[in-house]
């Protein structure tokens, strides 16, 4: 199995001290934590992929932990007591078999190959099959109606049953000014949005042409992630956010679409980055498609762990990350088949494990403290996206939300980020604990690949929770930045949702403690306060938190 290519030695001590509230001293067991990441992510756990056995063996593993540790039982209530799960129905998609597609070209009509230069996901529409042909392909931008910002791709061009090819990211990342925050990505420039907006036009579908730079990930990553099984929260009319073909495309094939219908590619886009773009019809180009789905819903599994408060038990003080991976699928160039998620989210699941540790071992705090494992981050955030829809404890009374994903596992560094510059004064808090530990703060480096957007805390964000999604940092004690970021390299591209994310004995803990120590340092101020962070002026989240002062009062 390949192994990360960075050399780090794990620390020699097992347990790792580090100052924290007054009074209070967090002792972080890095010998522990790496067993917990080492076995979530082993062959074992299969990838731990929602509705499998994975699933089943991760879900027995955190709540043997938590049960060990001394928590209560979080989940649903069931005849009257807590349980260690809140159940997470899932709408379940899968193509049988291999898709049939070809683009006709001039008359001549071509194979193209599933997963190499086309990528369709299972509709997730509740059909049993999927066909089309020859559907003309239009060219719109980057696929934005945004009112507010007087933008439209579309310009009122008829949609019905046609392939609509978009760019992915926003109108203004290649020029890094404009309309769409900049370099900085807006939901807008989301798949998951340009996905909604095909349904919203009434299309037959939308193909998103794959760019690296803009994407921030290759396309092994968007063949792994859309080729498999698709989940979905359970919708009562799946047609209100998708249409029948949702998909992606390698640009170079795009490109080719394109100059056989007398259009260039880069000449298109600059004009797409303009309000004045007009959608465009490949004349002489159509696709076709015939494809069987399978459709079912599986009940999926959140995990969920409770400390109570002692004066004010009805606050919350939330600790996030995401179990779930991508389980077993395409064989990479090795013909390892087990996307084992260690970076992504083994540490982060592990990381919950450890601070549950510490507050357990420490003096009670005042509110309660919740630790929640979510599902189906993998498959768009659906495990947090239904608790957010489906609070245990109430949203108006959750203090503060703080997400952990893909810690890394190189040694510690000087410096912390978040995911996105929202502005909030959790993050404030954030940074002044922060310096407590001589770490400074550096901005999300890169805000043109929206991760806020693509992490658990957003759920709850968007509901006007305060939350911030955690990021290790890339100066590095060992190296400095140029250690950091040839990390963030290599990681992108060699194993991000790839088998070749699985754990290395030459793995250093003791950046992933510091992590946690900050972590438990900033909840336990929460927990032990009466303070509520709020959103800061110009959130686009403040209102709906406003809206519920009341109940905090």
């Not at 791709?153 to 290649?174: C, Q, R, S, T, Y």
Request: net charge negative; glycine share 10%; with cysteine.
């Amino acid at each position: 199995m390949k192994k990360l290519l960075i050399a780090a030695a794990l620390c020699a001590a097992p347990l790792i001290a580090f100052a924290a509230a007054p009074a209070i001293a967090t002792a972080v067991d890095t010998a522990r934590l790496a067993v917990d990441i080492k076995t979530l992510s082993s062959d074992e756990f299969e990838g731990r992929a929602p509705a499998s056995a994975g699933e089943e063996k991760t879900v027995a593993y955190l709540i043997a932990q938590l049960r060990k540790i001394g928590l209560e039982p979080g989940g649903d209530l069931k005849d009257g007591k807590r349980a260690w799960t809140q159940d997470v129905p899932l709408a379940r998609f899968q193509i049988i078999g291999t898709p049939s597609l070809g683009v006709t070209v001039g008359g001549k009509t071509t194979a193209l190959t599933q997963g190499e230069e086309i990528a369709i996901r299972a509709a997730q529409t509740n059909v049993d099959s999927v066909t089309f042909a020859n559907a003309p392909i239009v060219f719109a931008g980057y696929g934005i109606k945004a009112p507010e910002r007087d933008w439209d791709d579309f310009k009122g061009m008829d949609l019905k049953g046609k392939i609509v090819l978009v760019l992915i990211n926003d109108a203004d990342f290649e020029t890094g000014q404009g309309d769409f925050g900049g370099k900085a990505m807006t939901y807008y420039g989301r798949w998951t949005y340009k996905f909604e907006e095909a349904a919203r036009q009434g299309a037959l579908g939308f193909i998103v042409v794959h760019e690296t730079g803009p994407a921030s990930y290759g396309w092994a990553t968007v063949k792994n992630s859309n080729t498999n099984e698709m989940f979905d929260i359970v919708r009562d009319d799946p047609t209100r956010v998708h249409a029948p073909v949702e998909g992606w495309v390698q640009r170079d094939t795009a490109a080719a679409w394109l100059a056989a219908s007398g259009f260039d590619y880069e000449t298109l886009k600059r004009q797409a980055q303009t309000r004045a773009f007009q959608p465009v019809e490949l004349k002489g180009v159509t696709l076709s498609g015939d494809y069987k789905v399978k459709h079912e819903v599986i009940i999926s599994k959140n995990v969920v762990g409770l400390l109570p408060g002692t004066t004010r038990p009805d606050e919350t003080v939330f600790y996030t990350a995401h179990w779930d991976h991508l389980g077993i699928g395409r064989p990479d160039a090795k013909g390892d088949t087990i996307y084992n998620g260690a970076v992504d989210n083994a540490t982060g699941t592990a990381a919950l494990l450890e601070m549950a540790r510490l507050y357990k071992a420490a003096p009670r705090t005042d509110r309660s403290i919740v630790f929640l494992w979510v599902t189906a981050e993998e498959r768009g955030l659906l495990g947090s996206e239904y608790y957010a829809a489906n609070p245990l404890y109430p949203l108006s009374t959750t203090v503060g939300v703080l997400n952990t994903d893909a810690l890394d596992p190189t040694g510690p560094a000087r410096d912390f980020t978040i995911s996105g510059n929202a502005k909030l004064e959790l993050l404030d808090m954030l940074v002044a604990e922060g310096a407590k530990r001589s770490r400074t703060y550096t901005p999300d480096p890169s805000p043109e690949a929206g991760y806020f957007f693509r992490s658990d805390h957003f759920p709850f964000a968007k509901r006007g929770v305060p939350a911030i999604s955690f990021g290790s940092g890339q100066d590095m004690l060992n190296g400095g930045l140029a250690a950091g970021q040839a990390f963030d390299q290599t990681y992108r591209t060699s194993m991000y949702h790839q088998p070749a994310d699985e754990w290395s004995d030459s793995w250093s803990m003791d950046g992933m403690a510091a992590d946690i120590a900050l972590l438990y340092g900033l909840g336990r101020d929460l927990a032990t306060s009466k303070r509520w962070p709020e959103w800061g002026e110009g959130s686009e989240f403040k209102a709906a938190r406003d809206a519920t002062r009341g109940e905090r009062l």
